[in-house]
């Protein structure tokens, strides 16, 4: 093995070891907090978007200002692009993609996780994208059927959000009752496959957890969902910015 192979693997060993103890932790009163940094800290660790040419290349750069604040007009919608509070994204192109396939901002996350279950309910009726999905995960923290569950996440994913793809992959890693390895699997390649590498490097870690009969059936659930959930109809959607540069290093690291 060489070394940065070796480097590679004690690193995931590592990431597995704190998401594994974060998923047998999920109690009412603590998991949204420590769930939400693990993710957080996954998908820091995606290589930025390398410029803002490459921004503009994919597509990015296309929506005008006038649609970013439509899009945020009732204070939930949309990622709104702090340098003192970035939350996940890069740069203000990676904000602009992120608000448009369903992701909030740190602020509009936190809102909605604490919002009461009757206003955050008609938010997510009214076709909010980030309120299905963050509803979705409370109703499924609450112990809520998991048709129910599946269902928010189903119309937001078929509606584009790729965050309700990431979200689906939280509830199966870290919710009590609703566990399962090979399936979260599933949902985060659904996600680098919709044009998000944050999904590759968290499929990465749930693979080793994953035995090969497992790992087998999360790529048979991962191919049924991708066309249950019509995926393939936004093949021509541009990616996240910085997408195509963690492809290609990924390629040119496993050619040396």
Same mark, same amino acid.
């Given at each position: 093995?060489? !070394?940065?192979?070796?480097?590679?693997?004690?690193? #995931?060993?590592? @990431?597995?070891?704190?998401?594994? *103890?974060? &998923?047998?932790?999920?109690?009412?009163?603590?998991?949204?907090?420590?769930?939400?940094?693990?993710?957080?800290?996954?998908?820091?660790? $995606?290589?930025?978007?390398?410029?803002?040419?490459?921004?503009? !290349? @994919?597509?990015?750069?296309?929506? &005008?200002?006038?649609?970013?604040?439509?899009?945020? @007009?009732?204070?939930? @919608?949309?990622?709104?692009?702090?340098?003192?509070?970035? /939350?996940?994204?890069?740069?203000?192109?990676?904000?602009?993609?992120?608000?448009?396939?369903? *992701?909030?901002?740190?602020? $509009?996350?936190?809102?909605?996780?604490?919002?009461?279950?009757?206003?955050? +309910?008609?938010?997510?009726?009214?076709?909010?994208?980030?309120?299905?999905?963050?509803?979705?995960?409370?109703? =499924?923290?609450?112990? =809520?059927?998991?048709?129910?569950?599946?269902?928010?996440?189903?119309?937001?994913?078929?509606?584009? &959000?790729?965050?309700?793809?990431?979200?689906? /992959?939280?509830?199966?890693?870290? #919710?009590? /009752?609703?566990?399962?390895?090979?399936?979260?699997?599933?949902?985060?390649?659904?996600?680098? +496959?919709?044009?998000? !590498?944050?999904?590759?490097?968290?499929?990465?870690?749930?693979?080793?957890?994953?035995?090969?009969?497992?790992?087998?059936?999360?790529? #048979? $659930?991962?191919?049924?969902?991708?066309?249950?959930?019509?995926? &393939?109809?936004?093949?021509?959607?541009?990616? +996240?910015?910085?997408? !195509?540069?963690?492809?290609?290093?990924?390629?040119?690291?496993?050619?040396?």
């Amino acid at each position: 093995m060489s !070394q940065r192979a070796l480097a590679i693997a004690v690193a #995931v060993s590592l @990431s597995v070891g704190a998401v594994w *103890y974060f &998923s047998q932790k999920d109690t009412r009163g603590q998991t949204d907090g420590n769930a939400l940094a693990t993710q957080r800290h996954l998908e820091q660790s $995606v290589p930025p978007a390398s410029s803002s040419a490459h921004a503009a !290349q @994919s597509g990015i750069g296309s929506t &005008s200002p006038s649609a970013d604040r439509s899009a945020r @007009s009732d204070g939930y @919608s949309g990622y709104r692009w702090r340098l003192g509070d970035p /939350g996940i994204a890069a740069d203000e192109a990676d904000a602009r993609w992120l608000g448009l396939h369903g *992701y909030p901002d740190p602020e $509009v996350e936190m809102r909605l996780r604490t919002l009461p279950l009757p206003a955050l +309910r008609t938010l997510a009726a009214s076709g909010n994208q980030a309120a299905q999905s963050i509803l979705a995960y409370r109703s =499924a923290r609450d112990g =809520a059927p998991p048709a129910e569950v599946r269902a928010l996440l189903s119309e937001s994913a078929k509606a584009g &959000s790729v965050y309700a793809l990431k979200t689906a /992959g939280d509830i199966h890693l870290m #919710v009590e /009752g609703y566990q399962d390895p090979a399936l979260a699997n599933a949902y985060y390649m659904l996600q680098a +496959r919709a044009g998000d !590498q944050a999904g590759f490097v968290q499929g990465m870690i749930t693979d080793n957890l994953l035995d090969p009969e497992q790992r087998l059936r999360a790529r #048979v $659930v991962e191919q049924a969902l991708w066309k249950e959930l019509q995926l &393939s109809s936004r093949g021509d959607s541009p990616a +996240r910015p910085g997408y !195509q540069d963690f492809l290609d290093r990924g390629v040119a690291a496993d050619n040396k």
